[in-house]
């Protein structure tokens, strides 16, 4: 099953990646119709993720898997019928884009809520919480650091 499922994996990375390895492990799960992961779906879905990050067809990197390359792209709210990724699913560098992409579409004028808002409407994320926005702190954070907003956003 191992050549079945990592053809699998690569799939969804390529389709939807950067992804949580937890996102792809559910859609495996789905495709192959198995309600929960027990040790037997466990260990042949990490031996094939790690047969592919080992030949180096696949990158992970803090639980995020892509093809080597891939580019990050904002893929906010999934729309209608789909359950919003969770904040711990979505990887930084799109929190992080969200946020740089916020801000070039109002030129940089806006208030800290307002933009919080909107960042969460952009993912689904009906309310706040305290993940969320320690998410969103951190996101604006790497940001200022890399010198791609202004610093007075890390305040």
Same mark, same amino acid.
């Given at each position: 099953?191992?050549?079945?499922?990592? $053809?699998?994996?690569?799939?969804?990375?390529?389709?939807?990646?950067?992804?949580?390895?937890?996102?792809?492990?559910?859609? %495996?799960?789905?495709?192959?119709?198995?309600?929960?992961?027990?040790? /037997?779906?466990?260990?042949?879905?990490?031996?094939?993720?790690?047969?592919?990050?080992? $030949?180096? *067809?696949?990158?992970?990197?803090?639980?995020?898997?892509?093809?080597?390359?891939?580019? &990050?792209?904002?893929?906010?709210?999934?729309?209608?019928? &789909?359950?919003?990724?969770?904040?711990?699913? %979505?990887?930084?560098?799109? =929190?992080? =884009?969200?946020?740089?992409?916020? =801000?070039?579409? &109002?030129?940089?004028?806006? *208030? $800290?809520?307002?933009?919080?808002? !909107?960042?969460?409407?952009?993912?689904?994320?009906?309310?706040?919480?305290?993940?969320?926005?320690?998410?969103?702190?951190?996101? =604006?954070?790497?940001? %200022?650091?890399? !010198? /791609?907003?202004?610093?007075?956003?890390?305040?």
């Amino acid at each position: 099953s191992r050549p079945i499922i990592s $053809r699998q994996i690569q799939e969804i990375i390529e389709r939807d990646g950067p992804i949580h390895s937890e996102v792809v492990l559910r859609a %495996v799960r789905r495709a192959w119709s198995v309600g929960r992961a027990g040790d /037997r779906i466990w260990g042949a879905f990490n031996q094939a993720l790690h047969f592919l990050v080992r $030949r180096g *067809e696949i990158e992970e990197s803090d639980g995020f898997l892509s093809l080597p390359g891939q580019r &990050v792209e904002v893929r906010g709210d999934l729309g209608a019928g &789909v359950e919003p990724r969770s904040v711990d699913e %979505v990887p930084p560098q799109e =929190l992080q =884009l969200a946020i740089q992409r916020l =801000l070039e579409d &109002v030129a940089g004028q806006v *208030e $800290r809520i307002e933009l919080l808002t !909107k960042w969460r409407d952009l993912f689904g994320w009906r309310r706040a919480g305290t993940k969320i926005d320690i998410a969103f702190q951190e996101a =604006l954070n790497a940001l %200022v650091d890399q !010198k /791609r907003i202004d610093p007075s956003w890390s305040e």
